[in-house]
């Protein structure tokens, strides 16, 4: 890198001023006369809400929708029913985890596989990877054949990376070589074996 003397800096557009300019334009606003508003509307009670989500996961949950206006209502509504109702849940999934049989080593050895599965070279085989994943999960007896079977995948997918680009490389020289022995077995007039070609 060496200075460069004729260098002004960053370039811009040249701009001039425009005498007719009026600022941003926006759209003209007329009196609409079917307009209006009501000021108590007589709504149907809500009965039900939709909530559409596209997901991989299963064993989502939605209840206790609230639908207020006022934060401070929400808030309260949150700290009385929501919270308490978390905590428990909270406390029932670590019994269930300990009566699973899943210890900290095997939880530790699926965030690494989930991990492991999120490498951006193994995307083709991410599906997979993570379905015997979520199967290790719900049953822990099978940590070690998950490890065996993620292990042969990983060891499968480097040995395509290293080795398959050389067998490319040996398959065009391959071919290469076939193609300069043709030539070179054809005379100056183009026979080859009683054939002209």
């Known amino acids: 890198m060496k200075a460069n003397p004729a260098y002004k800096g960053k370039w811009h557009a040249p701009r001039i001023d425009n005498p007719?300019?009026?600022?941003?334009?926006?759209?003209?606003?007329?009196?609409?006369?079917?307009?209006?508003?009501?000021?108590?509307?007589?709504?149907?009670?809500?009965?039900?809400?939709?909530i559409e989500i596209w997901t991989m996961q299963d064993g989502i949950l939605f209840d206790n929708i609230l639908i207020v206006d006022d934060e401070k209502v929400a808030e309260a509504y949150r700290e009385k029913t929501w919270k308490p109702k978390y905590e428990l849940e909270k406390e029932k999934d670590k019994v269930q985890d300990a009566s699973s049989g899943v210890s900290s080593f095997q939880k530790k050895i699926f965030d690494i596989l989930y991990w492991i599965a999120d490498i951006p070279f193994l995307g083709a085989y991410k599906s997979k990877i993570i379905d015997v994943i979520e199967k290790g999960e719900k049953q822990p007896n099978l940590t070690i054949g998950i490890l065996v079977s993620v292990t042969v995948v990983l060891t499968s997918a480097i040995s395509m990376l290293v080795f398959g680009q050389k067998k490319a490389a040996v398959t065009t020289a391959s071919s290469k070589a076939a193609s300069s022995s043709n030539d070179a077995s054809t005379d100056e007039k183009g026979y080859n074996g009683g054939k002209q070609f």
């Open 20 to 50: 007719s300019y009026k600022g941003i334009w926006k759209p003209q606003q007329i009196p609409n006369p079917s307009y209006f508003e009501l000021e108590k509307p007589d709504f149907e009670p809500i009965a039900a809400i939709g």
